[in-house]
């Protein structure tokens, strides 16, 4: 058995090329892709559909938290502005959208 196409393939995730790739992505141009937007409504109506709460839940907070990341880059919030009215909604936005995460999680049963 030869492993030297999966050796090949394995050296492309280097750490370097990984972080560069990851530096490339614009979260705003990724989020108003309408592939990866109908995407995820088809993935959401399928969890609706067949009452996969677990997925349904992290598709929800996912896309509440990348929304919420998005405001707040929109507003031009630095990260060293402290008090600032981006920087608040995202701290108060982000807890609500965590414990309601939490709370469907592993509080509320079926």
């Not at 492993?3 to 560069?20: D, H, K, M, P, Y």
């Not at 990866?36 to 929800?60: N, Y």
């Not at 929109?74 to 965590?98: C, D, M, R, S, Y």
Request: charged share 15%; no cysteine.
């Amino acid at each position: 058995m030869d492993f030297s196409n999966v050796i090949e393939f394995l050296q492309r995730f280097e750490t370097g090329r990984v972080i560069a790739a990851l530096r490339e992505i614009d979260l705003n141009n990724l989020l108003h892709n309408p592939w990866l937007l109908g995407s995820i409504a088809l993935l959401t109506i399928t969890a609706l559909i067949m009452r996969w709460r677990v997925l349904l839940v992290t598709l929800f907070t996912v896309a509440g938290m990348a929304g919420l990341v998005v405001y707040t880059l929109g507003k031009g919030t630095a990260a060293g502005e402290v008090g600032t009215e981006p920087l608040v909604v995202f701290i108060l936005v982000g807890a609500v959208i965590v414990f309601a995460a939490i709370y469907f999680l592993f509080i509320k049963g079926e």
